[in-house]
């Protein structure tokens, strides 16, 4: 590979981590910015009955806790459950 070959090989293994720093520099300057809270909405379906298996004890209240989780972190969010 010769000397040309190396200073070539070490230039772009210098550049690739360059542009690997600065592209990490980046996406953590970015997340940084993100405000603490979320903003966003959402609907939580809590499904207790189906056709063809035994009616689920838990959805109700797994629904009902996600839609508090996601409301305290900022979520507009609502939780709709269906038992019978």
């Known amino acids: 590979m010769g000397l040309v070959g190396n200073q070539h090989f070490f230039k772009q293994a210098w550049l690739t981590a360059f542009v690997g720093a600065v592209l990490c520099l980046v996406?953590?300057?970015a997340h940084a910015a993100e405000p603490a809270s979320l903003k966003g909405v959402a609907l939580i379906v809590g499904q207790s009955k189906y056709q063809h298996i035994a009616a689920l004890p838990n959805p109700a209240n797994d629904a009902r806790d996600i839609a508090?989780?996601?409301?305290?972190?900022?979520f507009d969010a609502r939780s709709v459950t269906r038992q019978s």
């Open 27 to 29: 996406v953590t300057s």
């Open 68 to 74: 508090k989780m996601l409301t305290d972190l900022g």
